[in-house]
């Protein structure tokens, strides 16, 4: 392991470093304290039919969509990113509070999800006035982006059995008031602790200035493979809950198990992709993860038992690992001058897979259950790895 932070630690961690890698963990808390219980908060608390917990994620997606590019393009332009990760925080934290007390359907999929976007893109802009600090200082970008990923995947190691322990033991009240929590904590840090980051001046090419990102292909062949990869995990999010519960009658502390489990399996994925990204590159790695996102979800499609379940995670890890972490870094190559746009653009394929998964997860488990859901993911992530073999190395 300390050959693997080398890279990062052959300067001294400044007092910043130290708080974008508390930030990263309590913003991955929230996130992991609401994602993993969400299908189940809407169809036993809400009382909705699966079509419903779709149209719910789907709505979600495309919101998130809306305010996110919206907040990038202010974000790129205002230089004043501090603030607003600090406003989108807060936001996020009203969210949770609302979730906390309000079990109407219509209200949660409009105030609520609108309040939520703004929550989860604070993350990207966390990572994206990281990748301003790491330029600023001198440090290497690959590494410290792979550890503060690794603090979200810490967090998601944590945060989905305490969000079934809280869920369980004491209500959704009680979990998303938690996660509220982690939203204000993250808000006080950046806005106490954390610099503003001066805008850097990059040599940026003709084509980059000229043309929108989708008509740049390497940027939209990277952007479809990426949203893919995230249609994949999303079904897998949506469905694998109601699967483990419902399908195969295994308790609910089972699905925090496989999260927590994958989540913490990520963390050594994430810093060893990043120390040996320098050696064989960011394409070659993106390749390696998507290939085991296809042996992975093949799994699903054959397995039910829950140690078998359990083992298949590293290959979910290496998947989920390694695009989050390159993915990021990749768009940003891609896009010289344009940090916030590219990270959010990244962050969008999560949400624009959402979307997909949404409409995807509903239906097919509507009609032909929930085991159904899993053939379809493979189909999706040998898409992406095709797409992995025609991307333009950076």
């Known amino acids: 392991m300390r050959a693997l932070t080398a890279l990062y630690y052959r300067q001294k961690p400044d007092f910043a470093s130290i708080v974008f890698l508390v ?41 998130g969509i809306m305010v996110s590019q919206w907040l990038a393009h202010r974000s790129d332009k205002s230089g004043n990113r501090r603030m607003l990760i600090v406003w989108c925080c807060f936001l996020g934290a009203l969210g949770c509070v609302l979730f906390a007390f309000d ?21 990207p802009q966390v990572f994206a006035l990281a990748r301003e600090h790491a330029d600023h200082t001198a440090r290497e970008a690959v590494m410290f982006n792979s550890i503060l990923r690794a603090q979200v995947s810490l967090a998601w190691v944590i945060g989905p059995p305490l ?14 008031l938690g996660a509220a929590l982690a939203f204000l904590g993250c808000a006080l840090l950046v806005w106490k602790a954390l610099p503003d980051i001066p805008s850097q001046k990059h040599h940026i090419p003709a084509h980059h200035v000229r043309v929108s990102w989708w008509r740049d292909p390497a940027v939209r062949l990277l952007f479809i493979a990426c949203t893919l990869m995230w249609t994949c995990n999303s079904m897998y999010l949506i469905t694998m809950p109601l699967y483990i519960t419902h399908t195969l009658g295994l308790p609910e502390k089972t699905v925090g198990l496989l999260m927590g489990t994958a989540a ?77 746009m590219a990270t959010t653009l990244f962050a969008t394929c999560t949400r624009t897979g959402s979307v997909i998964a949404g409409a995807i997860a509903g239906g097919v488990a509507e009609v032909w ?24 190395d950076v």
């Not at 969000?163 to 998303?176: E, K, N, Q, R, V």
């Open 23 to 63: 930030v990263a963990f309590l913003t991955g808390t929230a996130g992991a304290l609401q994602v993993p219980t969400l299908s189940l908060f809407l169809s036993g608390e809400v009382g909705v039919r699966p079509i419903l917990v779709g149209t719910f994620y789907t709505v979600s997606a495309v919101i």
């Open 103 to 123: 079990r109407h359907y219509l209200l949660l999929i409009t105030v609520g999800v609108l309040l939520g976007s703004f929550g989860g893109t604070g993350n």
């Open 163 to 176: 969000a079934f322990a809280l869920a369980i033991g004491y209500g959704f009240t009680a979990m998303y």
């Open 264 to 340: 913490g399996l990520e963390i050594p994925s994430m810093l060893i992709a990043g120390y040996y990204t320098r050696r064989f590159g960011k394409r070659s790695m993106m390749r390696f993860a998507t290939a085991a996102g296809v042996f992975f979800y093949i799994g699903m499609t054959l397995v039910a038992n829950e140690y078998a379940m359990i083992g298949m995670q590293l290959l979910n890890a290496i998947f989920i690992g390694i695009i989050a972490g390159i993915g990021m870094l990749y768009f940003q190559d891609l896009m010289p001058g344009q940090i916030g």
């Open 369 to 392: 259950g929930y085991h159904a859901v899993f053939y379809v993911a493979v189909a999706s992530v040998a898409t992406a790895l095709a797409c992995c073999y025609r991307l333009k």
